[in-house]
């Protein structure tokens, strides 16, 4: 199985302020016949089911604000939130769908500082 | 944007069967395939099942394999999740999620999730 690990597990950041999460693979996550990482990100607010905001490694998802950015490639990625909101306030999971079984990672909690 | 809807958790006794649904509404499942991931309390996401668009292809999580199984009613708009054997840690909130991408193999990103349905076992 492919192992996700992302860094850190927990962050607290200001208003206004960069967020950074850092996600390895065990493996490389890139197709080369297409050059597509097979990497998506998720956040998931307080009991809300987790919201697609980032697949391909880069592609925002529809209605995603443009403050998330992601990216990375084969083995190393990163979510970026450029100016943090209220509302960021959440756990993000990287996921790889490169090969079965699809595994994440274990989450990391953005927090208001 | 269309919806699903996840129904049939409940409290079972370790050992127990239980029959999860996943009813979708405003889009057509079958040009997708579809996923169940699960998320015990206090803990990260898990995948735990996908199916293909026409029900041809089933994949499992080496955890439920053998226990579980992924089905799907096109004519319904519903994707089942049979849940045997349950153990302990098997209590999660399960959700159900539609495939990214639209065709008939998984391609493994979900962008949209159900509200979830929660199942205890315990005795």
């Known amino acids: 199985d492919i192992v996700m690990t992302q860094s850190p597990d927990s962050l607290a950041v200001s208003l206004g302020e960069r967020a950074t999460i850092n996600c390895k693979s065990s493996q490389s996550v890139l197709f080369s016949s297409n050059n597509l990482n097979y990497l998506t990100w998720y956040q998931q607010r307080p009991g809300q089911p987790p919201k697609l905001l980032i697949y391909?490694?880069?592609t925002r998802a529809s209605g995603v604000p443009d403050r998330f950015s992601g990216g990375g490639s084969g083995t190393d990625f990163t979510l970026t939130i450029s100016s943090l909101q209220a509302e960021d306030v959440a756990i993000y999971y990287c996921?790889?769908?490169?090969?079965?079984?699809?595994?994440f990672g274990q989450g990391t909690k953005v927090e208001i500082k | 944007e269309g919806q699903l809807v996840e129904s049939g958790g409940g409290l079972v006794q370790p050992g127990g069967s239980l029959r999860l649904s996943c009813a979708g509404s405003e889009f057509t499942l079958s040009n997708h395939a579809m996923t169940w991931v699960r998320q015990a309390p206090g803990k990260g996401l898990e995948w735990v099942s996908s199916i293909s668009g026409s029900g041809g292809g089933t994949f499992y999580a080496g955890s439920v394999q053998g226990r579980f199984a992924i089905s799907r009613d096109n004519s319904k708009n519903t994707v089942y999740l049979q849940m045997n054997s349950l153990r302990d840690v098997d209590t999660a909130i399960y959700y159900c999620?539609?495939?990214?991408?639209?065709?008939?193999?998984?391609?493994?990103?979900?962008?949209?999730w159900g509200k979830g349905t929660t199942v205890t076992v315990s005795s």
């Open positions: 391909w490694a880069s």
């Open positions: 999620a539609k495939d990214g991408v639209v065709g008939d193999n998984p391609q493994g990103y979900m962008d949209v």
């Open positions: 996921q790889q769908y490169y090969d079965l079984p699809y595994t």
